[in-house]
């Protein structure tokens, strides 16, 4: 399309605005089009600026030919029409995304003749009917000033102003009040643009797909270390700086990082379409076909390393930009009083060091470290840089090895550990997290990188929030407490390799054994908790724990009671280091479980059957106060509860609790609690619609259940759900259990699809009871529909174990022995995979 021509034929046959904008549009829509193709040849920062100076060259044209239409064959040199187009943001610095908004700044000087507002009006409605999304603002020259003072934004929008067309006369008037704008309250200007990021950095923290602008270490980071530049020193590229502020190589990987940063955001604009700056998963194969990445997971840890080295350049060299307009002479006598040694200093828990220091031996700093009060710290920037360019010779020293040794003994570690990742020398300090360094974990449960994790892990160790499990570590030995903590932070550095990552683990975590000096007992331990550091969270998840068998397996792996002690203490800062509610009352109680009743198997000698088990229950239940005041009648019916599950299941105050609201039942009644989750107990002697009950609840995620026949013909429900409701949900899901007791109640049941091979029964659990698993993908109404096909089969349900995770559930049944279903076996898996034929 011949743009140029099309307008001219327009403008001599007068034509309508509507038809010009039409062009336009045109115009526009077919270089959108060609944008994909632009990008093959054309990546990073090259293709913004290609693409910036295009849009340039059509605003250009836009006002040329709104000149053309105001002033006719009469048009005056455009240098005296006192209007300046000027670029904003990102456009410009030249860094306009595809989709990005186009944020225009119009000054103009009220001249007779011109018409100003009119031409500019006209401009605006060109660009808006012809499909362009603008940002824009309109100002007299003189107002620029008053304008900036009043809000940060606008401020800084104005820091990033670049010359696009119009008057050269009133661009330099324009660049005289940015000047005047730029060193205008600086100080003020700088902490609140910190101040800001802080906030930002808080909102968008680092995860495994993270928002290549907002995020810590995106875009935006990058932005804030321009904008403190330009106010400072007045450049218009922070590449001015390199040289003085910060070394050649150190801008160098700086501007690499950014170059994938500006590669990715483009692509996933492309990719959806519309304006979308998260790395999600479902972009990322896309997004790496357009880069030319053929492993996907080498691309989002490119992106994650990216992210990590634009951080730490703009923590360091913004401070250190800053620093002279933030600094109090009140405060230099506090300093004094804390120095640790020349040049570094420790006030209010934060520690500091001068940017003018020469480059640290590794084992002078963590001597340093070593010989703080032990408590948590945070790190000004100045101290970072210490360690980012810290002298760490390989193989480590002896002397080394110790003090990593001694540093792990302190109680808090876990912010010394962050400042290693941030300096970007924890693989140079612990050489077996190389191939962990920004490894993404997509596995629909973690919600950060490894590294990013293994710190998270020592960080919910040193904070245990349950206080069952801090009692629990209180009662180990500094020895132990050692072990133990450097296994929660190594525990997953086996992965990045092909073989088990518990396998592998285990093999490095022998290798820094020997490093450190441990002895051979303590060395065993540790290989055997790294080696079993997923086995208690996938028996308790998983299985049926209250099974003797399932216990003596678990127990098999895990060894003695001291590794059951420090398992269970690692499970539960491996889970609390996922993110997220990952780790919730629902999750600790089930370890709280395991852990009881493994340390009894582990505390006897000899094996402990189920019947044993049950009497040992029994007495702790007859020795209860509560229980001697029942009546006579009533301890005789508890007592004579057949199911030995229903007793292993629960401890004796619950035990009396639940024959307590037994016995006053009627018809039915029930209980729903919505604290940390949701959980619905139900008591009937009339029959329960239980498949009309999970099809209506099927939105939400069943975490357990529970079915027991107590007494008197009475059943007892519990339904437990991964996560809580609003109050407001909680009426509803009451009338819906009322509902479930009218046994003409029906809901259409969602097609499920399970494969025969997906279900195993085992018939030989026990003497009484069958269990049945299902292993198949994660699907809504799986329970309700499953539940249904039980009430066909007649088979009932004793317990129910869900494990779910984002793409699969591997759900347990415990049933009994009823019905002659061991003889029905090829009936039971023809029924729950009849949708898949």
Not at 92 to 105: K, T
Request: glycine share 4%; net charge positive.
């Amino acid at each position: 399309m011949n743009l140029l021509l099309e307008i001219e034929n327009v403008l001599e046959k007068k034509g309508s605005d509507f038809e010009l904008s039409k062009l336009f549009k045109q115009y526009i829509k077919e270089y959108k089009e060609s944008l994909p193709e632009l990008f093959t040849k054309n990546q990073g920062k090259d293709f913004l600026v290609r693409h910036t100076k295009k849009l340039d060259s059509i605003i250009e044209l836009m006002y040329k030919t709104v000149l053309r239409r105001a002033f006719g064959n009469y048009l005056p040199m455009r240098s005296s029409i006192p209007i300046a187009i000027i670029a904003l943001g990102s456009y410009g610095r030249e860094q306009l995304c595809v989709h990005s908004d186009i944020d225009l700044l119009i000054v103009y000087q009220d001249v007779e003749g011109y018409n100003s507002e009119l031409i500019i009006e006209k401009l605006f409605y060109l660009a808006l009917d012809a499909g362009m999304k603008l940002g824009h603002r309109v100002h007299e020259v003189d107002d620029l000033f008053k304008a900036s003072i009043q809000d940060i934004t606008i401020k800084t929008s104005l820091m990033e102003s670049r010359f696009i067309t119009g008057s050269p006369f009133t661009w330099h008037a324009t660049q005289r009040e940015l000047g005047k704008i730029r060193l205008h309250e600086q100080k003020e200007f700088l902490l609140a643009k910190i101040e800001e990021a802080q906030k930002r950095r808080k909102k968008y923290p680092t995860s495994m797909q993270p928002n290549i602008k907002e995020s810590v270490g995106g875009l935006r980071d990058a932005h804030l270390i321009y904008w403190v530049a330009k106010t400072i020193y007045g450049i218009n590229s922070i590449k001015e700086l390199s040289g003085t502020v910060f070394s050649d190589e150190e801008y160098k990987e700086f501007r690499i990082a950014l170059e994938l940063l500006y590669r990715v955001r483009s692509a996933l604009h492309l990719i959806a379409n519309k304006q979308e700056d998260r790395l999600l998963l479902e972009y990322i194969p896309q997004v790496s076909k357009l880069l030319g990445f053929k492993d996907q997971k080498k691309l989002a840890g490119k992106v994650l390393e990216a992210g990590w080295r634009i951080n730490n350049f703009t923590q360091i060299f913004v401070k250190k930009m800053v620093r002279p307009y933030i600094y109090d002479a009140k405060h230099i006598a506090s300093f004094k009083r804390n120095r640790l040694k020349k040049g570094f200093y420790q006030y209010n828990a934060r520690l500091y060091a001068s940017f003018k220091l020469p480059q640290q031996k590794i084992s002078d700093l963590l001597q340093l470290l070593l010989d703080l009060e032990d408590k948590d710290y945070r790190f000004d920037a100045g101290f970072l840089h210490q360690f980012t360019v810290a002298k760490v010779s390989h193989p480590l020293s002896e002397k080394t090895y110790f003090l990593i040794k001694k540093l792990f003994t302190k109680a808090h570690i876990a912010s010394f550990l962050k400042l290693f990742y941030d300096a970007g020398i924890l693989p140079k300090i612990f050489p077996n997290f190389r191939k962990v360094m920004h490894l993404p974990q997509f596995d629909g449960y973690h919600h950060y990188p490894v590294d990013i994790h293994s710190i998270k892990c020592v960080q919910a160790l040193e904070n245990i929030t349950e206080p069952f499990l801090q009692n629990l570590f209180d009662t180990l030995s500094e020895e132990e407490k050692l072990i133990l903590k450097i296994v929660v932070f190594f525990h997953d550095s086996g992965k990045g390799r092909r073989q088990d990552h518990s396998e592998v683990g285990a093999k490095l975590v022998v290798q820094f054994a020997k490093h450190i000096h441990l002895n051979e007992e303590q060395t065993k331990r540790a290989v055997t908790l790294v080696r079993q550091h997923i086995l208690m969270s996938s028996v308790a998840f998983k299985e049926n724990i209250h099974n003797e068998k399932t216990l003596y397996k678990f127990m098999s792996k895990v060894g003695d009671a001291k590794n059951l002690q420090l398992l269970y203490i690692l499970t539960y800062a491996d889970i609390s280091g996922v993110g997220g509610d990952i780790y919730n009352a629902f999750n600790a109680k089930l370890l709280h479980d395991l852990y009881l009743s493994a340390l009894e198997i582990a505390q006897n000698t000899g094996r402990i059957t189920d019947a044993k088990k049950r009497l040992l229950i029994e007495a702790r239940v007859r020795n209860l106060d509560e229980f001697k005041e029942l009546p006579s009648l009533l301890q005789k019916k508890v007592l004579t509860i057949e199911s030995n599950l229903f007793f292993f299941k629960h401890a004796p105050q619950d035990i009396i609790s639940i024959a307590k609201i037994a016995k006053e039942t009627k018809e039915y009644s029930f209980r729903v609690k919505n604290i940390n989750s949701l959980s619905i107990e139900i008591y009937r002697r009339i029959p329960l619609n239980i498949g009309y009950l999970l099809a209506t609840l099927a939105h939400l995620n069943v975490a357990s259940m529970e079915i027991f026949t107590l007494f008197d013909d009475i059943k007892y429900f519990k339904i437990e759900f991964i996560q809580n409701v609003d109050s407001n949900v909680l009426v509803e899901i009451q009338d819906t259990i009322d509902n479930a007791f009218d046994m003409s109640k029906e809901v259409k049941l969602k097609k499920i699809h399970i494969k025969r091979e997906e279900i195993a029964i085992d018939c030989e659990h026990s003497m009484t009871h069958a269990e049945l698993t299902i292993h198949t993908a994660n699907q809504i109404g799986l329970l309700a529909y499953v539940m249904h096909k039980f009430e066909e089969l007649h088979i009932n349900i004793i317990t129910a174990k869900i494990h779910s995770s984002k793409y699969k559930v591997r759900d347990s049944f415990l049933m009994e022995k009823q019905n002659n279903i061991c003889n029905n076996v090829e009936k039971i898996y023809e029924l729950l995979s009849e949708n898949t034929k």
